[in-house]
């Protein structure tokens, strides 16, 4: 058997960080196994479905990198075929048609309150012959669903479960007006989808036993369920916006990499020791459903950001070199092909020191010429009339200085030996205004991505008590 499974979003709205570990719990599970993970769009609500939301989860799965292994099947193009099955339900007399009007439905319903009973179809036309059908009235389809008996369901992750099937009623599988319920709907996809493995979120628990009563009727064999904890946030209630940030698109905003949103996302609910740090090829190799837990887990962004400076630590100059500039664009920071490369020259530093993308544009908006940000009131106190005159003096000296890092470094050391300084008191009064800051990346690194022209251009700017690092 190839193992196949699905991740079935409602695109009513964004992606979920819930949805995303459900999607790629199935991802894992599907390349675990050698099989494949596939996409569902479940539209069938037409009025809460939109096409920006469709477009937005599939942007938000390419950029977790969960796109499936085929193309999505769009629920709502296959409403013909779940007629289909439901009529053949019909046919082997395992639905039947049900006349009620919505008046009766309404009055049974009412009845059932007022009786302190929960309110279930009472299955007045299971038995009963459709020549008695009021005229006029278009019929629904209902299963007929076991009445004796239990629905087991081993889930798992949640273990066994069961109901007696006394407590579920018979459902409407098709609507009077032709169109399928979801339940059906997602049973009828399923199978023809070959889905092996349904691994959802806990709150589609109870869907299962009556769609595992479908399954059963066409003869169909079940797929394997796991149903996964919620996500909670950091409070224990329910994730919300007012926790932080619960899109996926909005974690990629804050400048989080979307392999450390799956890493957290893993850790989340499932553990193997206590890992912190498994990347996906690990993660292929270990993961299992067994070791995912059965209470919900607590959203913790600290935790996530901690992670994230650490798959920076260890990320692609290159690319970050791109989403940096692409932030600055974003900002309206103006650079051109030398802050550019000042950039990228400066990016073994600068990702050792933030944790978060938007934290390292900001951190290298300092290197373009036209879009330094002013000098911090700590910075400029350190600019001193004697820190002003030294730095003139140092001007002079680097100025002949090779323009390599390990070469400004020795110049470095040889000027404060000269002088009788600290290599701090040189460097501090230099970073101020070289950066404008009292903190950043080694000094000789700094002047080094720099460039001499512009590095000089800075020294001498704030020897003058000019307005520094930008251009005046
Ligand atoms: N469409 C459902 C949801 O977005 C998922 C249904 C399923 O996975 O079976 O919650």
Redesign the pocket.
């Known amino acids: 058997m190839t193992v196949r499974t699905?991740?079935?979003?409602?695109p009513?709205g964004f992606l979920h960080i819930g949805?995303a570990r459900?999607a790629y719990f199935n991802y894992l599970f599907a390349r675990r196994h050698g099989g494949q993970y596939l996409l569902?769009i479940?539209d069938t609500d037409r009025q809460r479905s939109t096409p920006e939301a469709v477009r937005q989860i599939l942007e938000s799965l390419e950029w977790l990198d969960l796109s499936p292994d085929e193309p999505p099947v769009f629920q709502s193009t296959r409403t013909a075929r779940h007629a289909e099955v439901a009529h053949a339900l019909l046919a082997m007399g395992k639905a039947y048609l049900a006349y009620d009007t919505p008046e009766e439905l309404q009055q049974m319903r009412e009845r059932a309150i007022a009786e302190g009973r929960p309110p279930r179809y009472d299955g007045r036309w299971r038995d009963r012959d459709p020549a008695e059908a009021p005229p006029g009235v278009k019929p629904a389809i209902r299963l007929k669903a076991p009445r004796e008996g239990e629905t087991v369901v081993r889930d798992l992750v949640q273990g066994e479960v069961r109901v007696a099937n006394a407590e579920l009623d018979d459902m409407i599988i098709l609507r009077s007006d032709g169109t399928p319920t979801?339940l059906h709907a997602?049973v009828v996809d399923?199978h023809d989808m070959g889905i092996t493995h349904?691994?959802?979120?806990d709150?589609?628990l109870t869907?299962t036993f009556r769609?595992c009563q479908i399954y059963d009727a066409m003869g169909w064999h079940r797929p394997h369920f796991a149903h996964l904890p919620l996500i909670h946030g950091p409070d224990g209630t329910k994730l919300s916006k007012r926790h932080g940030a619960v899109s996926v698109l909005e974690f990629r905003e804050q400048g989080y990499l979307p392999e450390a949103v799956c890493n957290y996302l893993l850790r989340l609910g499932w553990g193997h020791g206590d890992e912190e740090v498994v990347p996906r090829e690990r993660a292929i190799r270990l993961f299992d459903l067994a070791d995912v837990g059965r209470s919900p887990s607590r959203m913790d962004y600290a935790k996530l950001t901690h992670l994230n400076a650490l798959y920076l630590r260890q990320a692609d100059d290159e690319r970050l070199v791109r989403e940096v500039l692409e932030r600055f664009a974003r900002r309206g920071v103006l650079f051109g092909a030398e802050d550019a490369e000042r950039v990228r020259l400066l990016m073994p530093e600068l990702k050792l020191r933030a944790k978060t993308l938007e934290e390292l544009a900001g951190s290298a908006v300092f290197l373009v010429t036209e879009g330094a940000p002013p000098m911090e009131p700590k910075a400029a106190a350190l600019l001193t009339p004697e820190a002003r005159a030294r730095l003139a003096d140092l001007a002079v000296f680097l100025n002949d200085a090779p323009w390599e890092r390990k070469d400004l470094e020795a110049w470095l050391r040889d000027y404060a030996e000269v002088k009788g300084l600290r290599l701090g008191e040189i460097a501090q009064p230099l970073r101020a205004a070289l950066t404008g800051s009292t903190q950043s990346p080694p000094i000789d690194a700094v002047l080094h991505a720099l460039g001499r022209a512009e590095a000089m251009r800075r020294i001498l700017a704030a020897a003058e008590g000019g307005a520094v690092p930008g251009p005046a």
């Open positions: 699905r991740f079935a979003p409602s009513t949805g459900t569902r479940e979801y997602v399923d349904v691994i959802r979120g709150d589609h869907n769609q």
